[in-house]
């Protein structure tokens, strides 16, 4: 079954109550000039099923990342992030303070000392860390029984670390975010604080996930959740959260089947770019859209689309249809989309990409990559079925 129609179940809810509202309004040929502020939308999302990932440990063949010092079993600073990897780590060398943070729990432990501040409270452990050939070694039961892992020892001498990684985090200095993939919950922090939950959303991954993070403004932040699953990896959903003086305030959500590029342009003339399907968001720092666009409508072909340019002032977009893949211009002066490859392409490469073998899986792009705008003129490149690379290609609205 394809992603959109999973996604569209999702999402209907929020548009039922947008229509309610009044805030989803006829687009006509172009886009429609309305505004809409943000609404708290309870979204009825089941729940995922997150496996646990699962490393194997010889005892009898250790190495300066995992060893047994004196019966207690220490891993590496190094290889620790690299299981408890929806974590956040630090390590003051100068202090030998070791802080890590995740949602609703921080751990602070210094070298050499038996006991560590567990959640804010001071809590024995079973030994003390090490620094072992210039490496930060951490007994490793102690971070398991913190965390939320499980060891199981073998007889053939092989320790298991079972351990699911239930968030994607991403941040900086300025605040850290963590989402969960299977319940959508958002948490934030900023340091070695204590995260705390700012929202809800739909978020739904129990396969292979990232997050990115843009600082849209002092007072917005951006996060976008990539889950990529299947076999062999075709499907890809991707979420939009924006986090508005440290709340959700606006999400969205659309999905891809498929072997093309998924990734449209982040931004617009200073205004975030969401899309809820085939519907197309440019959303004010504050979570209020400034235009809506029905991109099925728009582009003549029910399928979902990425964006690659879009313009508020006279709502001029440049989208590509994922299956067809062919760049389309939309002008609200005109009655239909236009196909670019037909306008600045030869008559010779014309049919050169339009007899390529349709695959359904990875359909063949026809080349055209969007450079800049400059007034009435676009400029493209285009990249041959052999790699050549022809630019300064351009094409001029009409009047």
């Given at each position: ?173 300025k605040g850290w975010y963590w989402v969960r993939k299977d319940n959508g919950l958002i948490y934030t922090a900023v340091g070695s604080g204590m995260p705390h939950n700012i929202g809800q959303s739909a978020v739904r991954a129990n396969q292979y996930a990232a997050m990115t993070l843009l600082q849209a403004d002092t007072h917005t932040v951006v996060l976008q959740v990539i889950h990529n699953y299947g076999e062999p990896s075709l499907g890809n959903d991707l979420y939009k959260l924006l986090i508005y003086n440290g709340k959700l305030i606006r999400e969205s959500a659309v999905g891809y089947y498929g072997g093309s590029p998924v990734n449209s342009i982040a931004q617009a003339e200073g205004l975030t770019v969401m ?125």
């Amino acid at each position: 079954m394809k992603i959109r129609n999973r996604i569209k179940t999702m999402l209907l809810l929020a548009l039922t109550i947008s229509v309610l509202l009044g805030t989803y309004g006829g687009l006509g040929n172009a886009q429609a000039a309305n505004t809409s502020s943000p609404v708290a939308i309870k979204q009825s999302v089941p729940l995922v099923e997150i496996a646990p990932s699962v490393w194997s440990f010889d005892t009898k063949h250790t190495n300066i990342d995992f060893f047994i010092n004196k019966g207690i079993t220490y891993v590496s600073y190094k290889q620790a992030a690299a299981v408890f990897q929806d974590l956040v780590w630090s390590f003051d060398q100068k202090s030998g303070n070791l802080q890590i943070s995740g949602p609703n729990r921080t751990l602070s432990w210094k070298v050499n000392t038996t006991t560590a501040m567990l959640n804010g409270k001071t809590h024995p452990m079973s030994a003390a860390m090490m620094n072992k050939n210039g490496s930060l070694s951490i007994p490793l039961r102690d971070l398991v029984n913190w965390s939320g892992g499980s060891l199981s020892l073998y007889s053939n001498h092989i320790m298991t670390l079972s351990y699911k990684i239930l968030n994607v985090v991403a941040g900086n200095s300025k605040g850290w975010y963590w989402v969960r993939k299977d319940n959508g919950l958002i948490y934030t922090a900023v340091g070695s604080g204590m995260p705390h939950n700012i929202g809800q959303s739909a978020v739904r991954a129990n396969q292979y996930a990232a997050m990115t993070l843009l600082q849209a403004d002092t007072h917005t932040v951006v996060l976008q959740v990539i889950h990529n699953y299947g076999e062999p990896s075709l499907g890809n959903d991707l979420y939009k959260l924006l986090i508005y003086n440290g709340k959700l305030i606006r999400e969205s959500a659309v999905g891809y089947y498929g072997g093309s590029p998924v990734n449209s342009i982040a931004q617009a003339e200073g205004l975030t770019v969401m899309l809820n399907d085939t519907e197309l968001l440019l959303v004010r720092s504050n979570g209020t859209v400034q235009q809506r666009f029905d991109l099925n409508k728009l582009g003549g072909l029910d399928e979902v689309y990425t964006v690659e340019y879009a313009s508020v002032k006279d709502g001029i977009l440049l989208i590509r249809p994922f299956e067809s893949r062919t760049l389309l211009l939309i002008d609200p002066k005109l009655d239909s989309p236009v196909v670019l490859y037909k306008e600045l392409l030869s008559k010779e490469e014309q049919v050169e990409f339009e007899k390529w073998e349709k695959n359904p899986t990875m359909p063949p792009r026809e080349g055209l990559q969007f450079v800049k705008r400059e007034g009435q003129t676009f400029t493209f490149t285009h990249t041959g079925p052999t790699g050549e690379v022809t630019e300064g290609l351009t094409y001029t609205l009409a009047n």
